[in-house]
């Protein structure tokens, strides 16, 4: 046999394979409906470790873990075939949510930034929003806590930076609140190295850790400089200026060298020419914009072998696109980790309905962070 003859073998099992799945398909929406009927959960744990079991038995040795992947693949494939429209409460809420939201972003609200005049965090809301009101606070849970007294409508916060990943703490804040993520934006970061005179020995840095930790490569070449951490860039160039030394310096915008009038030694010292961090923009309340093509959310699972899996099987099998996946451990609960998962997705596909609808029955705790777009 030549390679022809062995290609139309071939294609004779595959359309066995597909004929055969059909009806396998088709056999499943029958049990989903007998399930329903009867008030029976369509997951049955024990009847696939049962199934799992039996067909690895009859299989050759040499592909017993591959028909243990596709078959707990296919088990994937028929709890979605089988699950398709329902809709659960957390899917109403986001249909609720859709309905209520305004048809048009506001251009104007008052927003809570981190930092001062000059932030990074203040020409990413520049970028969100056509005439901001901005309030500016010291901290992250300072923005946190103006949104929940409703004393901003909106925070802006950094989440990740191409370089150095993301930034600790955020997304988990937002759970925390039961807040919502209703835009975000990249921002371009050029660090500069500010400073009230362009001469004289500098013998300490000021600025935010993400920037020192983007800067590794300048800093080193700099010497025995101290690194002190402040909250916020702009406060690192505030704190300079303000300074009654002459041997300080902060890793800080060009912005802030206009504002608090230093002295640029140094522009783009950052390690990447192409320093993008990711701001989002948030609300105390779930609101989805047309155009919404995002979605966050954070999950636990059980820890257990394939768990992860049947997640990102459900994905694959959608065909929805993850943009993000991270593990962080939960403090106090030993081999737990919770996931973040950025997913692409129209907020109005039949894929994210369903997804929204199945997610949280394999999951051992979780929660939408929101539907958006990103603001290029």
């Known amino acids: 046999m030549n390679l022809s003859d062995y290609r139309k073998e071939i294609d004779q099992i595959d359309g066995e ?27 049955q744990p024990a009847r696939e470790r049962e199934k799992l079991a039996e067909v690895s038995g009859r299989s050759r040795e040499d592909l017993r873990a591959y028909i243990r992947v596709l078959y707990s693949l296919l088990f994937e494939l028929s709890r ?3 699950e398709k429209g329902n809709r659960t409460e ?5 249909e609720e949510a859709v309905e209520h939201t305004p048809r048009l972003f506001p251009p104007t609200a008052t927003v809570a930034c981190q930092g001062v005049e000059g932030a990074y965090a203040q020409i990413a809301c520049e970028k969100l929003f056509k005439n901001p009101m901005i309030q500016y606070f010291r901290s992250v849970r300072g923005v946190f806590s103006a949104v929940e007294a409703d004393f901003c409508q909106y925070g802006i916060l950094p989440v990740e930076n191409g370089g150095v990943g993301s930034v600790k703490g955020i997304y988990g804040l937002v759970a925390e609140h039961g807040f919502s993520i209703v835009r975000s934006t990249r921002l371009k970061v050029d660090h500069c190295l500010l400073a009230k005179r362009d001469h004289g020995e500098i013998r300490e840095i000021f600025s935010h850790e993400q920037a020192l930790a983007q800067s590794t490569s300048f800093l080193k070449s700099l010497g025995d400089v101290k690194l002190t951490v402040c909250e916020n860039t702009a406060l690192a160039a505030q704190r300079v200026a303000l300074s009654d030394r002459d041997d300080v310096a902060a890793l800080s915008s060009r912005m802030c060298a206009e504002l608090y009038g230093l002295q640029i030694l140094h522009s783009g010292v950052q390690d990447e020419g192409n320093n993008h961090t990711r701001y989002i923009c948030i609300s105390k309340h779930t609101e989805i914009y047309p155009g919404a093509d995002r979605t966050s959310v954070m999950m636990t699972l059980p820890h257990k072998p394939g768990a992860l899996y049947k997640v990102l099987a459900r994905l694959y099998a959608l065909g929805i696109n993850l943009l993000k996946l991270e593990s962080r451990p939960i ?6 980790f919770m996931f973040y998962l950025d997913l692409e997705t129209s907020v109005y ?8 609808s199945e997610i949280e029955g394999i999951c051992s705790e979780f929660q939408y962070l929101g539907s958006y777009s990103e603001v290029l």
């Open 17 to 43: 394979i597909v004929r055969l799945f059909q009806e396998r398909m088709d056999v499943s929406a029958k049990i989903a409906v007998y399930k329903k009927e009867q008030a029976m959960p369509i997951a």
């Open 80 to 82: 979605t075939y089988q």
């Open 90 to 94: 957390l899917y109403r809420r986001i």
């Open 331 to 336: 403090p106090e609960r030993d081999f737990e």
């Open 349 to 356: 596909s039949p894929e994210f309905a369903q997804l929204m």
